[in-house]
């Protein structure tokens, strides 16, 4: 395991860590817009005043910052590897695969501990305007963690999360984790230009609209069945049953389907691979809207008293 992640972190400093940069903060987006006003309000005091309350903005803070010295601790806490063999086998452990250090699942719930309290300073009057950055880093890895565990391969030991497979997009060489960070993705949204950082894109427009009309055909799975686990108070077990889905698509798509040596562009396999990848990404957004909204101002724990006294 060590020397996985010693290999991990010596190929990911020269390629993409996850979603493309753009894909995070389109999450983001997508997640603002099911936050009640009284969670954006919330989170407003929490996220450093540079992001302008919008975790959208703020989604892809911590791939920049897992390539700093200073940030390099939080580097593997982007994914879990798992010891299976998709596409034969796919299973993941928590217990088992997430690596000393933290990994995708452990940094969730720890983060999601550390942002209760934070809500708490915030409903108390001690914490305005993002100057506890404990806070506002715990609100950012957050944002961004509950995208990357949706990534198959962000749940995948399986030649490195897919950065050792070689593969083939629109007649440029790459590896597979890119083709699922960002080739896919920008090969459904069929755009040529690099997504937004500022504003939610048409794409992911057209996805939230999708998942509020909760139609069963119309996504691979219903919405409503994304959030069977959803608690905030069990965070490593609802991150644990995340990343499993995820590591299934392994087997049933991402590795059953590859080919190294011919276009996925072309040949069928992005194609195939658009429902999935706008469930993943739905998924993601909903979920992290959701969570949030139960931490700070839903039933999840016992905020009922807090809440009256807020005055945001
Ligand atoms: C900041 O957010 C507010 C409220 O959402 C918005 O009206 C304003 O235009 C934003 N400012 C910038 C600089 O994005
Ligand atoms: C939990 O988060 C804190 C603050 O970011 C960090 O110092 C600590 O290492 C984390 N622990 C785990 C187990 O991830
Ligand atoms: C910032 O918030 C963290 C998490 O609740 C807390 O441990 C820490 O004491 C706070 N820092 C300050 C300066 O209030
Ligand atoms: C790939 O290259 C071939 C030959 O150079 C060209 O005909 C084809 O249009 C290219 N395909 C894509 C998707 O760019
Ligand atoms: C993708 O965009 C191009 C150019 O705007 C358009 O011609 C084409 O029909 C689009 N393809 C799909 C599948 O929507
Ligand atoms: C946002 O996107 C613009 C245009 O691509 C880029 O110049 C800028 O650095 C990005 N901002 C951040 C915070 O990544
Ligand atoms: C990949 O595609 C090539 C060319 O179509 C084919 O010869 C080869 O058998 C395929 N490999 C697998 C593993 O399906």
């Known amino acids: 395991m060590t020397m996985k992640q010693l290999l991990i972190g010596s190929l990911f400093a020269a390629s993409a860590v996850a979603w493309n940069a753009e894909v995070h903060n389109q999450i983001g987006f997508m997640a603002e817009t099911f936050l009640t006003p009284k969670t954006t309000a919330i989170l407003q005091q929490i996220l450093e005043p540079k992001y302008n309350g919008s975790i959208g903005k703020a989604a892809a803070w911590a791939d920049a910052y897992a390539h700093t010295p200073e940030g390099r601790f939080s580097y593997q806490w982007h994914w879990i590897d798992t010891e299976d063999n998709p596409p034969t086998l796919c299973h993941l452990n928590y217990a088992q695969d997430c690596a000393k250090g933290g990994c995708v699942v452990s940094a969730i719930a720890n983060q999601t501990e550390i942002l209760k309290g934070c809500i708490k300073h915030v409903k108390s009057g001690s914490l305005t305007g993002g100057t506890n950055l404990t806070c506002s880093y715990a609100l950012k890895w957050i944002s961004h963690f509950t995208g990357d565990i949706a990534q198959p391969l962000h749940a995948s030991g399986r030649a490195v999360g897919g950065n050792t497979f070689r593969a083939i997009f629109g007649n440029v060489s790459t590896e597979l984790h890119a083709v699922w960070d ?121 905020l009922e008293d807090e809440d009256e006294q807020m005055e945001l």
């Open 182 to 302: 960002g080739y896919i993705p920008y090969a459904d949204a069929n755009v040529t230009k690099t997504f937004s950082n500022q504003t939610i894109e048409p794409f992911f427009a057209s996805l939230v609209t999708r998942i509020l009309q909760d139609k069963k055909d119309d996504f691979l799975e219903s919405p409503e069945k994304w959030l069977a686990c959803s608690d905030p108070s069990t965070p490593k077990l609802c991150a644990t049953r995340w990343a499993q889905e995820s590591n299934k698509w392994d087997c049933e798509y991402v590795y059953k389907n590859v080919n190294s040596t011919t276009d996925l562009a072309t040949s069928g396999y992005a194609v195939g691979a658009f429902p999935i990848i706008e469930m993943q990404i739905s998924k993601a957004a909903l979920r992290l809207g959701t969570w949030l909204n139960k931490m700070a101002v839903g039933n999840a724990y016992d």
